[in-house]
């Protein structure tokens, strides 16, 4: 069995390394792309998914790490400069926003976040002396790797790759720890976890700040790739839009996010022929797999393979509320 | 001085508007812990239904209202209720979350495909005739939507307080459990209270469209401050709720009149965070207990 799943994997990176060469530029576009939000979905994955607390401001820090990386890189910075800035930066407001979560419920905590997401939005948009308003700012540049100028799409789709996997492993080094343990001890029941010696404070602020790093890192990517970034690129909507990958994925599984965002970035380009139709199709979909399988698509699958094998599937502590109606 | 007072009063008038919203999405949390983030769309969507009536079917306009009515206490509360929330309720949150995200979505590009992206009058109750206090200007439109939300508040109210029903729905709000063993058809009272937010969503389409116009569009806003009212109020209490729009109508005023109107969105934002922070069960809420 960890045969075939090394098996599995090896053959998915291949194919990744692969993809490239038999797209044009805008597949690899595409492709890079979904790199990207899996980053911000992996980070919001650790925050709802392994922590259980619900955030609406993943798009807030994209939006941080995208302006960081746009404004030191154009001044002629180094592209490593702006992430570990636009990380950092995150990683802090992250720990500030987190705080509420110490005190409030999980749905306070979504209001927080959203009024945030709009809060920032409006910085972005208002304060053009830093952001370039509604304009945005154009020609964001490339990074090059080693004197390699990464201009280039498929370059850039390596580049991207690389990142992804880095934090791909890192995300899977930290779940298996014992910091993910107690992420998982406090989705599941957070009284139980404090009392067997968890700092619940601790965890839970970190889960927050370590997600919306992820965040930042994922527009630090973003903002070379499309080269160009204005406020509209991180509104509630956008937010929505990550939060929809990691739960129609699976949240608190480690590939849900992968996924999700797979499926969120490709269905438009497959429902192109619906056209107007698109969003209609794509918000009924949502609606449909919430009411049939709310633990998300891998959800459904390990209940498929649980069902096969004839064995319960592992209860969820976060998926128990008021079941009293 | 004046302006002040007209401020406050036209605020107080689009206020008590966002609280019959804002009511309506405290009851469906209080009645099921659902958080309706289609709350916006909600108040948006029966105003086509009205449209649809008086001009597609060529009813006469109070005739419409009702017809609109009908239609959204079907849709809107028992389809949503049955075809929608029930079977997610058993999963917790978020599943929850998610599908009236979607459902908000759904209902936007329904109205805008089907019926129109363009803003639409939308016939008022009241004239738009004005008068004057103390030097200030206010509109019979500010009164009248005063009062009918008042009426509407107050009626909902007594029937929550004084009749079997009503009390029933309280009991179910409180203690599902306990309600159920006492005899109280819960499932039934649940469906009731999904059927009463839906009226209230209606009758604030009716107040705010004339305001407004009916645009696809307008149940992000609508939907926003909602939630806003319903924090700041408090999450479990009716009159929470009235208080949190009656306060997020007049700081939206006074902040668009007094800062800049780019920041208009950040005052009740700001009070948001800070009320969360220092007052999580809301101005008037009590703290709900933590289940272990």
């Known amino acids: ?325 | 001085m004046s302006d002040f007072l007209q401020l406050i009063i036209s605020g107080l008038s689009t206020g008590s508007i966002y609280a019959l919203a804002a009511i309506g999405f405290t009851l469906l949390w209080q009645a099921s812990q659902t958080i309706n983030f289609a709350q916006g769309e909600f108040v948006m969507v029966p105003a086509f239904f009205i449209l649809i009536g008086s001009r597609v079917l060529g009813l006469p306009f109070p005739i419409a209202i009702g017809f609109g009515l009908a239609v959204a206490v079907f849709t809107l509360g028992f389809v949503f209720k049955r075809l929608v929330i029930q079977p997610m309720l058993p999963h917790g949150h978020l599943p929850i979350v998610m599908a009236t995200i979607a459902l908000a979505i759904l209902m936007r590009e329904l109205v805008k495909e089907f019926y129109s992206a363009e803003a639409q009058t939308f016939p008022a109750l009241f004239s738009e005739q004005t008068f004057d206090v103390f030097g200030a200007v206010i509109s019979h439109q500010d009164i009248g939507n005063l009062a009918v939300s008042a009426v509407a508040i107050i009626a909902l109210q007594l029937f929550l307080g004084r009749t079997r029903t009503g009390r029933s729905m309280q009991a179910t709000a409180q203690n599902p459990g306990v309600a159920e063993i006492l005899g109280v058809n819960v499932q039934r009272m649940v469906l009731y209270t999904f059927m009463i937010n839906a009226a209230l969503a209606t009758l604030a389409s009716v107040l705010i469209s004339p305001i407004y116009l009916a645009k696809f569009s307008n149940g992000e806003p609508i939907g926003l401050v909602a939630f806003l009212a319903a924090i700041v109020g408090g999450f479990n209490q009716v009159r929470g709720a009235l208080v949190g729009g009656l306060l997020i109508g007049v700081i939206d005023n006074l902040s668009a009149a007094y800062l800049s109107s780019e920041y208009r969105i950040a005052g009740p934002m700001i009070l948001l965070i800070v009320i969360i922070l220092l007052r999580p069960q809301g101005l008037l809420g009590t703290s709900e207990g933590r289940t272990v």
């Open chain 1, 1 to 325: 069995m960890k045969q075939l799943k090394i098996l599995g994997l090896v053959a998915i990176l291949a194919g990744l390394i692969i993809a490239p060469f038999t797209q044009a530029t805008y597949g690899t576009y595409v492709l890079s792309s979904w790199l990207v939000f899996t980053v911000a979905a992996m980070g919001l994955n650790l925050t709802l998914g392994y922590a259980g607390q619900i955030s609406l401001a993943q798009a807030a820090f994209m939006g941080i790490g995208a302006y960081s990386t746009a404004l030191m890189t154009m001044a002629g910075l180094p592209w490593i400069a702006s992430v570990v800035v636009g990380m950092g930066l995150c990683f802090v407001v992250g720990l500030i926003l987190g705080y509420p979560a110490l005190r409030v419920q999980n749905h306070f905590l979504a209001f927080v976040t959203l009024a945030f997401t709009t809060l920032a939005f409006l910085v972005m948009r208002n304060e053009e002396w830093l952001t370039g308003g509604i304009y945005g700012l154009v020609g964001v540049p490339r990074p090059s790797v080693a004197g390699l100028s990464l201009m280039d799409g498929t370059r850039y789709y390596f580049f991207t790759l690389g990142v992804f996997i880095l934090a791909s492993l890192s995300f899977w080094w930290l779940v298996n720890s014992p910091w993910g343990r107690a992420f998982k001890g406090l989705r599941e029941n957070p009284i139980r976890a404090n009392s067997l010696g968890v700092d619940t404070r601790l965890v839970t602020l970190l889960a927050f700040a370590i997600g919306a790093a992820y965040g930042g890192l994922s527009g630090a990517l973003m903002a070379p790739l499309v080269q160009y970034i204005d406020p509209m690129s991180f509104t509630l909507i956008i937010s929505l839009k990550i939060l929809l990958m990691v739960v129609v994925g699976g949240s608190g599984y480690f590939f849900g996010p992968f996924l999700g965002a797979g499926l969120v970035i490709m269905l438009p380009e497959f429902l192109r022929f619906a056209e107007a139709y698109y969003l209609m199709i794509y918000a009924a979909l949502v609606v449909f797999l919430m009411v049939v399988c709310p633990s998300g698509l891998l959800g459904l699958l390990s209940r498929g393979i649980a069902a096969i094998r004839s064995r319960e599937p592992a209860e969820r502590g976060d998926l128990k509320e008021g079941a009293q109606l």
